[in-house]
């Protein structure tokens, strides 16, 4: 088989973890099968950059570069010494190069004042640039030829769009034409989460971007399957750090992972979904520490469990927008004006709602948008379409995924009834089109108990009978 294994930050995030994925690696390469392998940076690293990177243009005072970066070299060499002592004198120089650019970059933004989107995203993928060596060493070491592509060297060319860069489908040839030869005679090693533009500027792909980059990879190397290697046996009930009896779904369909992702479940990013669709390629999600697992099968007809719901998801960091006067009532355009506004302020919609009095519009958008969407609001406001816009932070949004529950009556009902009998306030509610999902909005501190209430409603906890 040709496979393209993508292992996340928590799986490499020591030279322990790299050396268990290296040998992962060798096994699957042991039985014949052809591999493109795809790596983010070790766990919390991200993170770390990009907090180091506000802090560089946001001081008056130098933050301290030079121990930050003391402390990224620490990590990363330790880890090179667990998973590849033979080739610390090798792959030491490379990490200690990138370094010493880092911090000319670091010193280069403090020195300006300014953080471009453009450098940011070029300082936020050394993560990657500082894993992807350590992973490839440790493959070496365990005899498998190996090599690192950062994501430009494969060919993943993306929109300009820095921090959410989108591939445009015309790489593909590029990818395969990078890639696939390296596999018959060794493992490449991508780096994920980056791309770069037509003239070549480093994007990196919204956060927890290397499941797209996996799946970029997969789809334009004709791999039969895309394995995600994560800290969880598979794509789950719910979110296990949150639902204790949350349970792994054997086998689910494309369209619901995707409404599981975009709703908050993070084993998945939203966008990795679509290049797998498009080419029907299977998508394995695999728990780098019980390998012998099977994992979740992402797949079209996913549907091994009868039941209508199949997860409960809950995203926090959102924004509830209201938009509400009286004039709105009738009036053809308002919606229009209101999006369209949002949008120009590239403001993320995630859920929408309208009473069918007109009188009231109610938006969830990323909290992190929430200034960009009252100030465009407010310029909207002056031409007299709304009374007044009110915002609450204090939300959280819930959604309830199967894609049976499209025709199936009752299920709204049993949400809301099993939600009221536990006295829980709905705040908004929307239903997508396509009916996989249900989606709520309730205050923050009771979030969880929402989603415990509703995982026990529908049984979820429960090996469904077959
Ligand atoms: P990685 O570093 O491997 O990319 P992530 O932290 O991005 O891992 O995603 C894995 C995490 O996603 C899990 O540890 C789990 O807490 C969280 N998660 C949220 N919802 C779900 C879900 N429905 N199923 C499985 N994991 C989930
Ligand atoms: N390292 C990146 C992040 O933390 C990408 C990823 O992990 O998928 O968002
Ligand atoms: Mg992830």
């Not at 390629?281 to 199949?310: A, C, H, M, Q, S």
């Not at 709204?412 to 989606?439: P, W």
Request: charged share 20%.
């Amino acid at each position: 088989m040709r496979l393209l294994m993508k292992f996340g930050g928590t799986s490499v995030g020591d030279g322990e973890r790299m050396r268990r994925v290296a040998e992962i690696i060798a096994h699957s390469r042991q039985d014949g099968n052809e591999l493109a392998v795809v790596v983010s940076a070790m766990t919390g690293v991200t993170d770390q950059l990009i907090g180091m990177a506000l802090e560089v243009a946001n001081g008056v005072r130098k933050p301290p570069i030079d121990p930050f970066i003391d402390s990224l070299r620490e990590r990363h060499r330790k880890a090179l010494e667990v998973a590849a002592p033979d080739l610390v004198n090798e792959v030491g120089t490379t990490m200690d190069e990138r370094l010493e650019s880092l911090k000319n970059i670091f010193n280069a933004v403090f020195n300006l004042s300014e953080l471009t989107p453009r450098s940011r995203d070029y300082i936020i993928s050394f993560g990657e640039r500082l894993s992807a060596p350590i992973l490839s060493a440790a493959l070496r070491h365990q005899g498998v030829p190996s090599q690192v592509l950062d994501g430009c060297e494969a060919g993943i060319v993306t929109t300009p769009n820095h921090g959410d860069a989108l591939a445009i489908h015309s790489c593909e040839a590029r990818i395969k034409g990078r890639v696939a030869p390296l596999l018959s005679i060794s493992v490449p090693v991508i780096m994920g989460y980056m791309g770069c533009t037509e003239r070549g500027v480093v994007t990196t792909l919204g956060r927890s971007g290397s499941d797209y980059s996996a799946t970029i990879v997969g789809a334009a190397i004709g791999a039969d399957e895309i394995w995600i290697w994560t800290d969880v046996d598979g794509v789950m009930t719910s979110d296990p750090r949150l639902i204790k009896d949350a349970r792994v779904v054997p086998s689910i369909s494309y369209l619901e992972a995707m409404e599981l992702s975009y709703f908050g479940a993070k084993v998945l990013h939203p966008r990795s979904l679509e290049p797998a669709m498009r080419k029907d390629i299977p998508i394995r999600v695999k728990n780098t520490f019980n390998p012998g697992y099977p994992g979740t099968l992402v797949f079209r007809e996913g549907r091994v469990d009868t039941r209508v719901v199949k997860a409960i998801t809950l995203i926090d960091k959102v924004a509830l927008v209201n938009v509400t006067g009286v004039q709105m009532i009738g009036r053809p355009g308002v919606a229009k004006t209101i999006f369209a506004a949002l949008a120009d302020k590239d403001v993320n919609i995630m859920m929408i709602s309208q009473g069918s009095s007109e009188a009231n519009i109610s938006l969830i958008i990323e909290e992190s948008h929430l200034e960009n969407a009252l100030e465009a609001l407010s310029a909207v406001h002056k031409s007299g379409y709304f009374r007044e816009v009110a915002s609450d932070r204090d939300v959280v949004a819930i959604a309830v995924v199967g894609a049976g529950m499209a025709g199936t009556p009752g299920i709204a009902g049993r949400i809301f009834t099993a939600l009221g009998a536990a006295c829980i306030n709905i705040v908004m509610i929307s239903q997508g089109s396509s009916e996989a999902n249900i989606s709520l909005v309730v205050k923050t501190a009771e979030g969880v108990k929402a989603v415990q209430i509703l995982h026990d409603e529908f049984r979820l906890a429960e090996v469904p009978d077959e």
